[in-house]
């Protein structure tokens, strides 16, 4: 379900037209409220741009519509406590414009002058990633029609794949915990409480007894987590770590945390199967049609109103 970005035709289309749209100047768009879409609002400027950027796709459709949608799909992800950073962000953009060959200021310029703008671009890639957790998550928990774990082996067997194999990890999370209230004022003493335990860490065994003399700090044993299953603010670095070591410290909303990894070990099962196989994207045609109904669901229950 890794759809979340562009088609290959969008690709060559940006590419194409960065050169000729050169010297065209920006289009200006009043901006006034449209749409309120339960409490938030969509404005005339943001339906706008998403013409432009349907318009920069040469696809037809409701500019109108697909503002509500997404927004709808935004406020869903947000409930479910899903956040993507500005840097997943960022990077998503970045990986973008290189997978076009493209400057990130080559791209910045065909978004405003198209009258995209990398504003609306890049909030069209948070709620398209967001909202592809949200579609694992209700996979995952078996709402909607989920892929069962003998579905996804017996889809991979029959395109003639074997069943694929799956890091798994034993993580244990600690979080240097920082109350709102105080976070301006101790967040940096923290840290470097953080980064000195970090230092010392040399396996999950000793964390508690190492945790035993500071304050505010948790230990919390995550289990086993397979690969497709790992955080994404986490993912990276805990693939990059070796075992019996830690990720770097990161800056939460809870505090300064990092990730030590007990183990891990490669494993071929039923589980593993059904993981890669919705990480994957492998079932393109049931993730659309959940997504439709997911959306539909959400429509229901909205309140929507046209000013």
Known sequence: MRKYLFSAGFALLVAATSVSMAA?????????????????????????????????????????????????????????????????????????????????????????????????FKEFIRAQMAWNQALSARYRSGDGGAVTEQDAVRRML??????????????????????????????????????????????????????KGLIDVTVRDLGRVLAPQLPPDWAEQIKATKVGGATVTRETDRGVEFIGICSSREVSDDKAAQMVFQAEGSNDKDADALSKKYVDELRKSAKIVER
């Open 158 to 211: 029959d395109k003639g794949g074997s069943k694929p194999t799956a890091m798994e990890y034993m993580l244990q999370q600690v979080i240097f915990v920082v109350p709102a209230s105080e976070r301006s004022a101790t967040l940096a003493k923290r840290k470097r409480e953080a980064d000195a335990m970090r230092a010392r860490f040399n396996g999950c065994a000793t964390t508690r007894e190492f945790a």
């Open 24 to 120: 065209m100047t920006p289009p200006a768009f009043a901006s006034g409220v449209k749409y309120i879409v339960n409490n938030m609002p969509i404005t005339t400027g943001d339906i706008q741009h998403r013409a432009a950027f349907l318009k920069l796709q040469h696809k037809k459709g409701d500019a109108g519509q697909e503002m509500i949608e997404q927004t709808l799909r935004l406020a869903e992800a947000k409930r479910l406590g899903i956040r993507i950073s500005d840097q997943q962000v960022d990077a998503a953009y970045q990986r973008f414009a290189s997978g076009n060959k493209m400057p990130l200021a080559k791209l910045d310029a065909v978004m405003t002058q198209s009258g995209v703008t990398k504003e609306h």
